[in-house]
């Protein structure tokens, strides 16, 4: 099993809809979370950071669970250029300290 | 602009060849990292550095080596390239103690 996990989609939505994903993670002292973007065939770059609080930037809303071991990333009002694949970034500091990347969640948001 | 910049871009090499990718970046970052991506894997740590001198290794390292004499470069080097490195490389930096990392365009190497 990955120490990250998300649903590789795709994700296929029309425009103006509401889109969330879920990212699920394995070792219980993870300590911080991020996600990232990538657009076909371009590096990734930081999204947002996802705070125990919770943390919102316009139409992007993400969550941590720790509970469960879970965050979520969730799009209002999708627009055409939020068609990306999203990739969950997990950090933790046992065994040495250690960045793991999902696989990435691909979402298509369609006129 | 301080930026990280990755080259060659695209590289065709033959199987058992040296190759070095090279990765520079200019916002005086400790902290470098090299991965690749591949379908279905993610991005894949190969090797990282925390400064000069300094060079650990990843999750898939075999096969490959990094050095770093100086803050701005962490070259990547396949000792013998073999068809399974096929893959795209990215390399990426952040500063000491914080999480964030900030990736270069990669690198989108072919061995044939």
């Known amino acids: 099993r990955k120490e990250v996990e998300q649903d590789p989609g795709p994700f296929n939505v029309p425009e103006g809809a509401t889109v969330a994903f879920n990212c699920t993670y394995s070792n219980s002292a993870s300590q911080s979370f991020f996600w990232y973007r990538q657009d076909c065939r371009k590096e990734p770059k930081l999204l947002m950071s996802v705070y125990s609080s919770g943390n919102e930037d316009g139409r992007f809303t993400a969550q941590l669970n720790r509970a469960s071991q879970y965050i979520s990333l969730l799009i209002r009002d999708s627009k055409l250029s939020d068609s990306a694949t999203y990739l969950c970034?997990?950090?933790?500091?046992?065994?040495?300290?250690?960045?793991?990347f999902g696989a990435g969640t691909r979402l298509f948001v369609k006129a | 602009d301080a930026e990280i910049t990755q080259s060659p871009r695209h590289k065709i090499t033959e199987t058992g060849r040296q190759v070095t990718l090279a990765c520079h970046q200019t916002?005086?970052?400790?902290?470098m990292f090299w991965y690749r991506q591949d379908l279905g894997h993610g991005l894949r740590l190969i090797h990282y550095s925390y400064g000069v001198q300094d060079t650990n290794k990843g999750e898939v390292s075999d096969g490959y080596s990094v050095s770093r004499s100086n803050t701005e470069d962490l070259p990547l080097t396949l000792e013998s390239a073999a068809s399974s490195q096929t893959s795209v490389y990215f390399c990426a930096s952040s500063v000491a103690g914080e999480n964030i990392q900030y990736f270069g365009a990669g690198t989108r190497l072919s061995v044939l």
């Open positions: 916002w005086n970052h400790n902290n």
């Open positions: 970034v997990v950090n933790r500091n046992t065994g040495g300290f250690k960045t793991i």
